[in-house]
């Protein structure tokens, strides 16, 4: 029988964590946001006010005070058993290393009810580097997210040889439920469709302006003028934010080390993570 969800329970209320909480709360599911502490909460709550307002502006059901009343019926919490207890489906969306999610899923196994769904939102790691961890290799599978979820609207989803076929066909029905076009991958793959086409265009990006070769507004522009495309990879990066592509290049590899050196030096210290920081690899004003 394929399992029901109505009750959803993000952790991790960063960038696309918050979105999804959104997201998911504004086509009528009932939402907790959890996050480790108070000030990621608050964190959090600026988030969500800033994407109230995004939504009430581009996305026509969130109209007529929608955005205000589904921001409104987020539940934050930094309390993690209480934020699962009534849980269907935790979508956790927590920094892309493996050890940290490891951890939050042995957390998760000991607090979780027994049929709860579990989901990761990795963008880069393969579910079966996980599921051990998870006490339920059956329930658990990925679940990937775009940035700016309501307008890029993918949801890759891919399973584990262990998943059950009736909890992937209810994940893919809940991605419908909330707007979403699913991705059904059929076998795991390192970077899902998504991210096994855009990581090497932006490491590709990265060498260029690491290496002296070319500004990030070189490239871009080039990209932009010679494919028509809307964006060049240094804006994606900054629409991306850029601690995932430093945790993502730092466990690359020693040449993929030094791209994420660079970006630490010359942008995450100095407070330049892209779009929601307000500076990236360009400014942006509110």
Known sequence: MTPTIRNVTVLGTGVLGSQIAFQTALHGFTVTAYDIDDEALDGARDRLEK?????????????????????????????LADAVKDADLIIEAVPEVLDIKRETYQKLAEVAPDETIFATNSSTLLPSDIKDSTG????????????????????????????DPDVFEAVVQFAKDI?????????????????????PFLDAAAELAAGGYADPEAVDTTWR?????????????????????????????????KLAEWL????????????????GFYTYSE
Do not use: C
């Not at 589904?70 to 919490?77: D, E, H, V």
């Not at 339920?136 to 998943?163: K, S």
């Not at 028509?228 to 990066?237: H, Y």
């Open 51 to 79: 994407l109230a307002a995004t939504y009430a502006e581009e996305v026509p059901l969130a109209a007529d005070g929608k955005a205000e009343e589904t921001r409104n019926a987020i539940t934050l919490s930094s309390d």
């Open 136 to 163: 339920r290799p059956g329930q658990f599978l990925a679940l990937h997210f775009a940035n700016r979820i309501w307008d890029f609207n993918t949801a890759e989803v891919m399973g584990t040889p262990d998943t």
């Open 179 to 199: 707007g979403m076009v699913p991705i059904e991958l059929h076998k795991e793959k390192a970077g899902y469709v998504l991210n096994s086409l855009l990581v």
């Open 225 to 257: 003028i010679a494919t028509g495309a809307p964006l060049g990879p240094f804006q994606i990066f900054d629409i991306i934010g850029l601690t995932t592509p430093y945790n993502i290049f730092w466990h690359g590899g020693p040449e993929k080390q």
């Open 264 to 279: 630490k030096t010359e942008y995450i210290d100095k407070g330049k993570m892209g779009v929601a920081s307000g500076e």
